[in-house]
T-cell receptor, first 110, second 118 residues
Framework: GQNIDQPTEMTATEGAIVQINCTYQ??????LFWYQQHAGEAPTFLSY????GLEEKGRFSSFLSRSKGYSYLLLKELQMKDSASYLC???????????FGAGTQVVVTP | EAQVTQNPRYLITVTGKKLTVTCSQN?????MSWYRQDPGLGLRQIYY???????DKGDVPEGYKVSRKEKRNFPLILESPSPNQTSLYFC?????????????????FGPGTRLTVL
């Protein structure tokens, strides 16, 4: 079977840093996506990692270790608007097939 | 404006009454996909399409059909809806598939269709 695990909820203070972990066990692997989804809205693309290492995009960074089946999304200098669900998704060997974790709800408090 | 549109946005229907949810993109994207989102289960892929007349099953295709006769449109068809298909549905598109050289290209999601089957 395929498994993509991430914590259900995390709480952090405005201005702080939060790290959202994602572990996966899939029959194939080509890359890993992170999406942000505000309540009642569509997901929006944040990052895509295919090689090991850290990708930085402004306040958001994403890390991948293929050998460990592990990724994390790092949110720095948290803002209230970062309160959202963060979705980890893995693309397997099949062209176009994408599997999501259940999402991590991040709550940013003042 | 680059966008993915879905219609209807909200639909309440009854068991067994065939329905179609339309999805259209104006970005000349090759890849399109349908997902359903349920509490605690996250997004699950129903079907995807790599190009015109090329479609394949995702993880939860049972009870759904799709077609890709034109590049811009990817309708989702429920021939005989049942209450367990009550969900929030999203259509998405991107320039290329999820494993290609341009996978880092932005993937666009439609606004969602909230379907209730009584």
């Amino acid at each position: 079977g395929q498994n993509i695990d991430q914590p259900t909820e995390m709480t952090a203070t405005e201005g702080a840093i939060v790290q959202i972990n994602c572990t996966y066990q899939t029959s194939g692997f080509n890359g890993l996506f992170w999406y942000q989804q505000h309540a009642g809205e569509a997901p929006t693309f944040l990052s895509y990692n295919v090689l090991d290492g850290l990708e930085e995009k402004g306040r958001f960074s994403s890390f991948l270790s293929r050998s460990k089946g592990y990724s994390y999304l790092l949110l720095k200098e948290l803002q209230m608007k970062d309160s959202a669900s963060y979705l980890c998704a893995v693309t397997t060997d099949s062209w176009g097939k994408l599997q999501f974790g259940a999402g991590t709800q991040v709550v940013v408090t003042p | 404006e680059a966008q993915v549109t879905q219609n209807p946005r909200y639909l309440i229907t009854v068991t067994g009454k065939k329905l179609t949810v339309t999805c259209s993109q104006n970005m000349n994207h090759e890849y399109m996909s349908w997902y359903r989102q349920d509490p605690g289960l996250g997004l699950r892929q129903i079907y995807y399409s790599m190009n015109v007349e090329v479609t394949d099953k995702g993880d939860v295709p049972e009870g759904y059909k799709v077609s890709r006769k034109e590049k811009r449109n990817f309708p989702l068809i429920l021939e005989s809806p049942s209450p367990n298909q009550t969900s929030l549905y999203f259509c998405a598109s991107s320039l290329e598939g999820t494993s290609g050289a341009y996978s880092t290209d932005t993937q666009y999601f439609g606004p969602g269709t909230r379907l209730t089957v009584l």
